[in-house]
């Protein structure tokens, strides 16, 4: 049976909620994967993510960047939410880490055998745990941002990576795509990009739909994209 609960957590004097589901049919500690929200905070989709995980037979831990039941509720609001983490990369890649260290530290979990995944910004969120040189087995950015943050130049990338992204998605152009394969090769990572024809951003969400933001639920990508994750999470455990 799944069980859950909610994990209080404090970075930089802000006190973060994250949501845990586990399987406690399974004993002892098991393989687990972090998963970071898109723009709007940590929501029931981010919390659905982590419930489907432990139905695999990991532990699913849905991180908190914002703060404790905050939530942005319209564009402009997601946006002021993402924005100071854009802004300083460095404070972002902090609290990214000390969500990681708050899921390791749960006794069901064998911290030797974490990943993490994310969504939109929280998919440019995994890259930039990559792109520090943390030693977590792998990474998966969907439909993430794939901007380098600007202080990781030289550091070798030990997780494996894993992106999935929409061809049509005007946020990330194929220059982009390109750049950040660049990127990847010279930090010597195991990395993999996953390009998906006729797929615009924020395509595993179902209640996306704003074409004024290029942001549209794609079912068949969002089904192909999980399959590749689950084939991705059993090559890294």
């Known amino acids: 049976m799944i069980q859950e609960r909610l994990i209080e957590y404090e970075h930089a004097g802000t006190v973060l909620e994250g949501f845990l589901a586990c399987d406690d049919t399974v004993g002892g500690t098991r393989p687990a994967v972090m998963v970071v929200h898109a723009w709007g905070g940590r929501s029931g989709f981010e919390c659905d993510k982590a419930r489907a995980l432990a139905e695999l037979g990991y532990v699913g831990f849905a991180a908190d960047l914002?703060?404790?039941?905050?939530?942005g509720a319209s564009v402009a609001e997601n946006a002021a939410l993402m924005q100071p983490f854009l802004d300083d990369r460095?404070?972002?890649?902090?609290r990214l880490t000390t969500a990681l260290e708050t899921l390791i530290s749960q006794p069901e979990v064998d911290g030797n055998q974490v990943a993490a995944i994310g969504y939109c910004f929280g998919g440019l969120c995994v890259l930039d745990l990559a792109r520090t040189g943390t030693?977590?087995?792998?990474?998966?950015?969907?439909?993430?941002?794939?901007?380098a943050p600007g202080n990781t130049e030289g550091t070798r990338i030990k997780a494996r990576?894993?992106?999935?992204?929409?061809?049509?998605?005007p946020m990330v152009p194929v220059d982009a795509v390109v750049a950040l394969e660049k990127e990847l090769t010279e930090?010597?990572?195991?990395?993999q990009i996953h390009v998906y024809g006729n797929t615009l951003h924020a395509f595993t969400n179902p209640e996306a739909n704003n074409p004024d933001l290029g942001a549209i639920y794609n079912k068949k990508a969002d089904k192909r994209s999980w399959q590749?994750?689950?084939?991705?999470?059993?090559?890294?455990?």
């Open 66 to 71: 914002y703060g404790k039941g905050v939530l």
């Open 90 to 94: 460095a404070l972002l890649q902090s």
């Open 135 to 147: 030693d977590i087995s792998g990474v998966a950015s969907f439909h993430g941002l794939f901007g």
């Open 161 to 169: 990576v894993l992106a999935l992204h929409g061809h049509e998605d």
């Open 187 to 191: 930090a010597g990572a195991d990395w």
């Open 228 to 237: 590749t994750l689950v084939n991705f999470l059993e090559e890294l455990f």
